[in-house]
């Protein structure tokens, strides 16, 4: 068993070793090709309490000890109506970790039920995104960063071609419409999901999943079947023929040819392939 002071000096360490092509290289190819990090930046890491935000947590720790770039960040984490046990959880984790966390509280879980009825997933993301860039400007902060990883993106591109009609990715930087001057950006854009659960497993450390009532409801009567889930297991059956599909489907978003389709949108405008006629 290690002990905990020892344990988070093994996984700061993993992070840069073990995992050095798989995570950190990743994690820096996307800060340096999108340039999410700049001289000056203040950075509010959102903390959810599962894998990805920690081991985000923990890359921007590993940021600051190493980069020459001069920047702040503040980790913060929202509790939108967390369990005692998961509550718990979260700051066991932290302190394993020598995370700092901020806490806030919201009323994001009962308002996202309330308003949404039987499918508040989508409303409650959006209203932790509004919670978190509030709780980032009140500190301070320019930016806030989400743990979305490689596998997200992924899985987001093929739930909109098949089930919303539409080709439409997983920005890794966004210009929020509603507070001025603040971005979200996501560090871990290059990232497999697989490397983030080895991390994990190779580490012993245990996170909290999804943590509202809606999804634990679900799972209770069987019905914990998602879409997202379900584009995990294809991804994953069609590994088993071409074991590089993920990348391939990841560099397909950053390579779209636009004068071979019919139409696109771009600023809220429609295009047609008439408009070369």
Known sequence: MIAPDDKKAWVERS???????????????????????????????????????????????????????????????????????????????????????????SDVFEAANIVAGEKPCYMCARMRRGCLYAEAARLGCNKIALGHHRSDVI??????????????????????????????????????????????????????????SFTARLEDDGQGRSVRREMKELVRELKKRNPDVEKSIFKSIHNVQLDTLPGYKSEGVWHSLLEKF
């Open 155 to 212: 899985e987001t591109t093929l739930m909109g071609m098949f089930y919303g009609g539409q080709i439409q990715g997983m920005m890794p930087r966004i210009k929020s419409a509603n507070f001025a001057g603040m971005e979200l950006i996501r560090p871990m854009y290059c990232i497999s999901e697989d490397d983030i659960e080895h991390w994990r497993d190779y580490n012993g450390l245990e996170f909290i999943a999804c943590a509202c």
């Open 15 to 105: 992070i840069i070793t073990k995992f050095r092509k798989t995570i950190w290289a990743p994690f820096l190819e996307a800060l340096r090709v999108y340039e999410l990090v700049a001289e000056g930046d203040k950075i509010a890491v959102c903390i959810s309490g599962g894998k990805d935000s920690m081991l985000l947590a923990k890359l921007f720790q590993e940021l600051k000890r190493h980069s020459k770039t001069d920047f702040s960040v503040e980790y913060i984490c929202m509790d939108p109506g967390y369990n005692e046990a998961n509550y718990k959880k979260i700051e066991q984790n932290a302190a394993l970790l020598g995370v700092p966390i901020k806490f806030f509280k």
